[in-house]
């Protein structure tokens, strides 16, 4: 399969992605190469925030009008921060393409970050922060990173209740114009566009600030925690390991194997826990893998009852796979990650999504060497790696009390 990519970085150090696509539709998105990674303990949420706030206009703009030049013209909008990048996209019909770049553009160059509305947006993300934590599904997945990793890494990347009231708008002017700017700056846009005409664009709107981004330590650790909790019915367990890096080829072998474990009605864990044993109803697998952390985790709905027993298949699967794992069941595998990414990639937004993260990580052409680099693992990386899963791992579960 043959593609219409092309990049450039622009004098100023802004980077340009861009796929053409024959359907008239396109995604846009101005990404930072920031997100909760770049963030001390002290100042966790302070990346999100400013994704927030964002969307609360600009001189030209209001909030209401921000969205309405969008929707009113056929699109949909959002934004995004994780713990490697903070994006703000859209998606619309091609002939808008002029509509969805003057108005992204606008935001993350000339956000307004009213002091106003700077404390009414800090409450609604203490409301998140509430969600997150009542939702047992969601705040496992946040305990198990904090199992993962020390901090910063390891705190929460929306912040906590502390942390979000410590952040003044002073705080957050200051780390605004230091991040946002051009150098640090990747737009992406996947649809039927001109590559010439989203240059002029980015040349004409875009001047020759230099920032800068804070990086931290990544400190690993390997840790197991059980917590009980009142009102819930079901018990959550999350169960996740280190894996390699992006630059390490290792890490496709990681990939294939949280597909083979956790992903899929077909997958060795659903089919062991739930199929044969009835012990859960849902089971998911997903990997997190970047230039600086990378892991795979578990995650699986079940009774405070067999919370214990489902750890224990967890391991008996991973030593069955370093001990079983033949070449048949490996290339099923790698036919059903391809497949995925092939079907994921009809879409203009997941297109967009999946080139800036390798562009974060790395190179945005990498992408396209994704199936090669899934279809040359070797079969005895795959079976080593799970073989070392059960000397170190972490564990939590949110059991009912």
Same mark, same amino acid.
């Given at each position: 399969?043959?593609?219409?990519?092309?990049?450039?970085?622009?004098?100023?150090?802004?980077?340009?992605?861009?796929?053409?696509?024959?359907?008239?539709?396109?995604?846009?998105?101005?990404?930072?190469?920031?997100?909760?990674?770049?963030?001390?303990?002290?100042?966790?949420?302070?990346?999100?925030?400013?994704?927030?706030?964002?969307?609360?206009?600009?001189?030209?703009?209001?909030?209401?009008?921000?969205?309405?030049?969008?929707?009113?013209?056929?699109?949909?909008?959002?934004?995004?921060?994780?713990?490697?990048?903070?994006?703000?996209?859209?998606?619309?019909?091609?002939?808008?393409?002029?509509?969805?770049?003057?108005?992204?553009?606008?935001?993350?160059?000339?956000?307004?970050?009213?002091?106003?509305?700077?404390?009414?947006?800090?409450?609604?993300?203490?409301?998140?922060?509430?969600?997150?934590?009542?939702?047992?599904?969601?705040?496992?997945?946040?305990?198990?990173?904090?199992?993962?990793?020390?901090?910063?890494?390891?705190?929460?990347? @929306? %912040? =906590?209740?502390?942390?979000?009231?410590?952040?003044?708008?002073?705080?957050? +002017? &200051?780390? #605004?114009?230091? !991040?946002? /700017?051009?150098?640090?700056?990747?737009?992406?846009?996947?649809?039927?566009?001109?590559?010439?005409?989203?240059?002029?664009?980015?040349?004409?709107?875009?001047?020759?600030?230099?920032?800068?981004?804070?990086?931290?330590?990544?400190?690993?650790?390997?840790?197991?925690?059980?917590?009980?909790?009142?009102?819930?019915?079901?018990?959550?367990?999350?169960?996740?390991?280190?894996?390699?890096?992006?630059?390490?080829?290792?890490?496709?072998?990681?990939?294939?194997?949280?597909?083979?474990?956790?992903?899929?009605?077909?997958?060795?864990?659903?089919?062991?826990?739930?199929?044969?044993?009835?012990?859960?109803?849902?089971?998911?697998?997903?990997?997190?893998?970047?230039?600086?952390?990378?892991?795979?985790?578990?995650? @699986? %709905? =079940?009774?405070?009852?067999?919370?214990?027993?489902?750890?224990?298949?967890? +391991? &008996?699967? #991973?030593?069955? !796979?370093? /001990?079983?794992?033949?070449?048949?069941?490996?290339?099923?595998?790698?036919?059903?990650?391809?497949?995925?990414?092939?079907?994921?990639?009809?879409?203009?937004?997941?297109?967009?999504?999946?080139?800036?993260?390798?562009?974060?990580?790395?190179?945005?052409?990498?992408?396209?060497?994704?199936?090669?680099?899934?279809?040359?693992?070797?079969?005895?990386?795959?079976?080593?790696?799970?073989?070392?899963?059960?000397?170190?791992?972490?564990?939590?579960?949110?059991?009912?009390?």
């Amino acid at each position: 399969m043959k593609f219409d990519f092309h990049k450039k970085i622009l004098k100023n150090g802004m980077t340009i992605l861009f796929e053409k696509r024959s359907v008239p539709v396109v995604g846009v998105a101005f990404a930072f190469k920031n997100g909760g990674i770049n963030e001390s303990s002290n100042e966790k949420g302070i990346s999100h925030f400013i994704e927030h706030m964002l969307y609360k206009g600009t001189p030209s703009r209001d909030a209401k009008k921000l969205s309405e030049e969008i929707e009113k013209n056929g699109g949909v909008m959002n934004g995004f921060t994780n713990e490697t990048v903070t994006a703000y996209w859209c998606k619309m019909p091609s002939k808008h393409l002029h509509t969805a770049l003057e108005v992204l553009g606008d935001m993350v160059r000339n956000p307004l970050l009213d002091e106003k509305e700077f404390e009414k947006e800090r409450k609604v993300i203490f409301e998140e922060i509430k969600m997150r934590k009542d939702n047992p599904g969601i705040y496992s997945m946040d305990k198990i990173q904090e199992l993962l990793y020390n901090e910063p890494l390891g705190k929460d990347l @929306i %912040g =906590t209740y502390e942390t979000m009231n410590s952040i003044t708008r002073e705080k957050m +002017l &200051e780390r #605004f114009e230091t !991040v946002y /700017k051009p150098n640090n700056m990747i737009l992406c846009v996947v649809g039927d566009a001109d590559f010439d005409e989203i240059i002029k664009y980015a040349e004409k709107n875009f001047g020759n600030e230099k920032g800068k981004i804070s990086t931290y330590k990544v400190s690993k650790r390997t840790k197991s925690m059980i917590e009980k909790r009142k009102g819930i019915d079901q018990a959550v367990v999350a169960f996740a390991y280190h894996v390699p890096l992006v630059g390490d080829k290792k890490n496709f072998a990681a990939e294939i194997l949280s597909t083979l474990m956790a992903e899929g009605l077909s997958s060795r864990l659903f089919t062991e826990i739930r199929a044969k044993r009835n012990l859960a109803y849902s089971i998911s697998g997903s990997s997190d893998i970047n230039k600086e952390f990378a892991y795979n985790c578990i995650k @699986i %709905g =079940t009774t405070k009852e067999n919370v214990e027993k489902v750890k224990i298949l967890i +391991l &008996e699967e #991973f030593k069955k !796979v370093s /001990k079983s794992l033949d070449e048949k069941e490996l290339n099923q595998i790698k036919e059903q990650i391809t497949g995925n990414v092939n079907i994921s990639m009809e879409d203009s937004q997941n297109q967009m999504m999946s080139l800036l993260s390798n562009e974060i990580n790395g190179n945005a052409e990498d992408f396209y060497d994704f199936e090669k680099n899934i279809r040359s693992v070797k079969l005895e990386d795959v079976k080593k790696m799970a073989g070392n899963v059960e000397k170190a791992y972490s564990f939590f579960a949110l059991v009912p009390e």
